[in-house]
């Protein structure tokens, strides 16, 4: 047992001068949650017919989802700064067996979805070396790109936030050359065109939703962010900014400035659209920054499934060793877990991953509006370094409009996807005894916390009891609210990771 602790002890320290993570680097971080830039957005012009749905939706979307998603995530991030984000939000107002659940979800989806970048990163280079349609090349290739951004995921996470920055950059360029090459093509009269008879009304509603979901992913970050109640808020915003903008500049120049029917936009067609405004250089331009971003993608989705695997050890709801950093403060084990379900999952086709992703998160993102109103309500004096600017009536309502479309979105599921998402759900379901068991029984060694706590009011209690009590209903406060300063952030972090979730 000494020489585990010790061991332990030792894994800890690098991690105290690990560089944390500044404003830049986390809107990076999120824009690749979130987007990775419009590669994937060209189906929303063909399931919707035609330009002018796919433009209103990524007009009007933002507005009814991802703004509130991003006011939740901000509130909710900043009033408990500690890796596992979501997983302590739930914890916290309903529970450790929800939170539990909530944690199961979002890692599996996370994983399932990053099993996406390296096919996608593999099938755009197919197109110049087709030797990678052969299963002799493709497979040890996938295999190696897994191992190395895993290894840069590995090296250190300030590491994977300023490369998020250079990947945005690099992917986000030859976008906005095509907009200004564009521009004396463009006939406005084009964007209003949609034929309602060709809407495919499931497969438009399925892009919108997986382009402008997971803001509430970084959360599970916010402990290794520097001065988190002040930066969580302003990049969130720049993110919300740069996401909508990355969408509509290519579709308004693509769309506005050629003549190619609706049923030619799908996956991979902004390639083309880049061809017949610039020229081959453009295309080739487009087909790199496609590689580049899903290698962004990757990284972010990755830093984030590894580090709510952290919290969750840190909580006392996984094994410590989930929890025990590498000399660059990252954590190993996590990583390597995450990396393996990755290349397990590859085999899965695009729509599949797509459909089941959408449909988890749905679920769990409606958990988490519901404890957003529930802390609200039960917990009206915890600490809120930012606050929507909304009473608790307004913030409910803030809730709906996303809700309605979380439900519908999972309405128009198949039923193989009811299947797969009821068999994930009753996994977790026999997980959660299964580690009490465990932890019962010594058979694994857990963080210094006895037991999980065995009902849903004993978390809200340690937090009601622990956390600053300060009166923070102004109706004024803005998104940039700079309100908590450093002291009380690292006092709040310690508390929450040593009593939220208390074990008896």
Same mark, same amino acid.
């Given at each position: 047992?000494g020489?585990?602790?010790?061991m ?8 105290k001068s ?7 680097p986390? @809107? ?12 994937g957005?060209?189906?929303?012009v ?5 330009p002018?749905?796919s ?8 507005l009814?989802w991802? @703004?509130?998603e991003a006011?939740?995530?901000?509130e909710?991030a900043?009033s ?13 107002a ?17 994983v399932?979805?990053?099993a ?8 755009y280079?197919?197109h110049s070396f ?12 996938l295999?190696?790109i897994?191992a190395?951004?895993?290894?840069? !995921?590995?090296?250190g996470?300030h590491?994977v936030g300023?490369?998020?920055? %250079?990947?945005? &950059? ?12 564009s ?5 406005p &009269?084009k ?5 309602f008879?060709?809407?495919d009304?499931?497969g438009?509603? !399925?892009s919108?939703?997986? !382009?402008?979901?997971?803001w ?12 988190p109640?002040?930066?969580?808020p302003?990049a969130?915003l720049?993110?919300?900014?740069l ?7 290519p579709l308004?120049a693509?769309?506005g400035a050629l003549?190619?029917?609706? %049923? ?5 067609f ?6 017949l ?6 295309r ?9 971003? !899903?290698m962004g ?6 830093s984030s ?9 840190e909580?006392?709801?996984?094994p410590?060793?989930f ?11 996590? @990583?390597?877990?995450s990396a ?5 999952? %590859? ?5 599949e991953?797509?459909?089941?992703l959408?449909?988890?998160?749905s679920?769990g993102?409606?958990?988490e509006f519901?404890?957003?109103?529930r802390?609200? @309500? ?9 606050r929507?600017?909304?009473q608790?009536?307004g913030a409910?309502?803030?809730?709906v409009?996303p ?6 979105v999972m ?8 299947l797969v998402?009821?068999?994930v759900?009753?996994v977790?379901?026999l ?5 009490i ?7 694994v060694?857990?963080e210094a916390?006895e037991?999980?706590?065995?009902d849903?009011?004993?978390v ?7 956390l600053?009590q300060e009166d923070t ?7 940039l609210?700079?309100?908590? %300063?450093s002291?009380?952030?690292q ?5 929450v ?5 208390k074990l008896?």
């Amino acid at each position: 047992m000494g020489e585990e602790e010790g061991m332990s002890s030792d894994c800890q320290k690098p991690a105290k001068s690990s560089p944390k993570l500044t404003l830049l680097p986390l @809107i990076a971080l999120i824009f690749y949650e979130v987007s990775g830039g419009p590669f994937g957005v060209e189906d929303s012009v063909k399931s919707g017919g035609g330009p002018l749905l796919s433009l209103l939706g990524f007009l009007i979307f933002p507005l009814f989802w991802s @703004i509130p998603e991003a006011l939740v995530t901000a509130e909710l991030a900043t009033s408990f700064p500690e890796n596992g984000g979501y997983v302590l939000w739930i914890s916290s107002a309903f529970g450790p067996f929800w939170g539990f659940q909530e944690g199961f979800w979002k890692w599996f989806s996370g994983v399932m979805d990053n099993a996406l970048y390296p096919v996608l990163f593999l099938d755009y280079l197919k197109h110049s070396f087709p030797i990678f349609n052969r299963l002799i090349a493709r497979v040890p290739t996938l295999l190696g790109i897994t191992a190395s951004l895993t290894y840069l !995921n590995y090296r250190g996470l300030h590491i994977v936030g300023f490369s998020a920055v %250079s990947l945005a &950059a690099f992917s986000l360029l030859p976008f906005a050359v095509m907009g200004i090459l564009s521009v004396p093509r463009i006939r406005p &009269a084009k964007w209003v065109a949609v034929d309602f008879g060709k809407v495919d009304w499931r497969g438009y509603f !399925n892009s919108m939703f997986w !382009n402008l979901n997971y803001w509430d992913k970084a959360s599970t970050l916010a402990g290794e962010v520097e001065n988190p109640s002040k930066t969580f808020p302003k990049a969130l915003l720049g993110a919300v900014v740069l996401v909508v903008l990355s969408y509509l500049i290519p579709l308004l120049a693509g769309t506005g400035a050629l003549d190619t029917p609706a %049923s030619d936009w799908s996956d991979g067609f902004f390639a083309e659209v880049g061809f017949l405004i610039g020229g081959a250089w453009l295309r080739w331009w487009i087909q790199a920054a496609a590689a580049m971003s !899903n290698m962004g993608l990757f990284e972010a989705e990755m830093s984030s499934d590894a580090f709510q695997l952290l919290g969750m050890s840190e909580m006392g709801m996984l094994p410590t060793i989930f929890a025990q950093r590498s000399k660059y403060g990252t954590p190993t084990i996590s @990583i390597l877990c995450s990396a393996t379900g990755v290349v397990f999952l %590859s085999w899965m086709t695009f729509q599949e991953i797509l459909e089941f992703l959408n449909f988890l998160y749905s679920i769990g993102m409606i958990l988490e509006f519901a404890a957003f109103i529930r802390l609200r @309500i039960k917990k009206p004096d915890l600490h809120r370094p930012y606050r929507v600017p909304l009473q608790t009536f307004g913030a409910t309502m803030l809730c709906v409009p996303p809700t309605l479309l979380l439900v519908l979105v999972m309405c128009l599921a198949s039923a193989k996807t009811f299947l797969v998402s009821g068999t994930v759900f009753l996994v977790g379901l026999l997980l959660y005894p299964l580690v009490i068991h465990a932890k019962d029984k010594k058979w694994v060694r857990f963080e210094a916390q006895e037991g999980l706590p065995p009902d849903n009011n004993q978390v809200g209690h340690y937090v009601e009891s622990k956390l600053p009590q300060e009166d923070t209903d102004d109706p004024t406060v803005t998104l940039l609210s700079e309100s908590a %300063s450093s002291k009380t952030q690292q006092d709040l972090s310690s508390v929450v990771v040593e009593e939220v979730l208390k074990l008896e």
